[in-house]
């Protein structure tokens, strides 16, 4: 069974950093993209990175672009997305999940299940 389980959100003061943690199941990770997602209450989740399986490219929305970095982790099927420079638009619960790009968007792949996700809030 395909599982996500997200790690390492936490209140953060604007400017800030976070390191967001994905242990990734059922499936082996090197031969699917993989990338992370979030959420604000309200609104539709929405695909920032995707982390090509092949290359190791990334695909970055423009909002994150030079302050999110996505990477594997140093343990075996976790996928890792380092945030600098955070702002309170940044405020969201994260998930990571296997993705595809088109256009420029990040999407999600397959019929998996979403995790519980980690919340990130940005705040002073």
């Known amino acids: 069974q395909v599982r996500f389980v997200e790690s390492g959100g936490d209140l953060v003061q604007p400017g800030g950093s976070l390191r967001l943690s994905c242990l990734a199941s059922?499936?082996?990770?090197?031969?699917?993209?993989i990338g992370w997602f979030r959420q604000v209450p309200g609104k539709e989740r929405e695909g920032i990175v995707c982390?090509?399986?092949?290359?190791?490219?990334?695909s970055y929305i423009n909002s994150v672009k030079g302050r999110f970095t996505i990477s594997r982790g140093n343990v075996k099927s976790t996928v890792d997305l380092q945030m600098n420079n955070l702002t309170p638009e940044d405020t969201a619960v994260y998930y990571c999940k296997r993705c595809s790009t088109y256009n420029g968007e990040v999407r999600a792949y397959g019929m998996d299940d979403w995790g519980e996700g980690t919340l990130v809030t940005v705040s002073s």
């Open positions: 059922g499936f082996p990770l090197g031969a699917y993209s």
């Open positions: 982390l090509s399986s092949s290359s190791d490219d990334a």
